[in-house]
């Protein structure tokens, strides 16, 4: 049975590289476009987790995204490598952000206490949503790095189920 696919025309260098499989791309689409679409986080903490992964990846084409109506201050971007510190990030963004930080690397370091402190900031499903969401992004990255895909040039919407993958 084949698949129905709707892509953005042109299809983004990304979908391109997953329409290789239809049926993964399809399914690769619902389940990160539902961690922006319906995910109990908000969208500016995914985005600010985002962009450090990819920082960390030193992946220009994941950190070449600005994904519409995140509203992720410039502030914020450009004190993300000082997140520990800056004074643009409050408890709940450090919580996300110290998950953030291990997981392309030492995802296997992650303690209980930090788990601990981003469920009582976030609540259990949250933090699972993230937790999810820090892999995905992770794995984005992997993606771009050794396929050497490249991001738009712009500003895009976030992702959605109705929407493109970038």
């Known amino acids: 049975m084949a698949l129905s696919l709707k892509v953005a025309e042109p299809p983004s260098a990304f979908e391109g590289f997953l329409a290789e499989r239809p049926e993964l791309l399809q399914l690769y689409r619902s389940f990160?476009?539902?961690?922006?679409d319906h995910a109990p986080i908000d969208p500016a903490l995914l985005e600010i987790c985002r962009l450090r992964i990819a920082a960390l990846h030193g992946?220009?084409?994941?950190?070449?995204?600005?994904y519409a109506g995140s509203n992720v201050t410039a502030g914020q971007v450009a004190n993300l490598d000082s997140w520990e510190t800056s004074?643009?990030?409050?408890?709940?963004?450090?919580?996300?952000?110290r998950l953030a930080e291990r997981m392309p690397w030492n995802h296997h370091d992650i303690t209980d206490s930090e788990v601990?402190?981003?469920c009582q900031h976030l609540g259990e499903p949250a933090t699972v949503a993230l937790i999810v969401a820090l892999a995905l992004f992770d794995a984005r990255c992997r993606l771009r790095l050794a396929f050497d895909i490249d991001a738009p040039a712009s500003e895009v919407p976030a992702p959605s189920a109705a929407g493109p993958l970038y």
């Not at 004074?87 to 952000?97: D, I, M, S």
């Open 59 to 66: 992946c220009d084409s994941e950190l070449g995204l600005a």
């Open 87 to 97: 004074n643009q990030f409050g408890p709940v963004e450090r919580a996300a952000l």
């Open 116 to 118: 601990a402190d981003a």
């Open 32 to 36: 990160y476009a539902s961690l922006w």
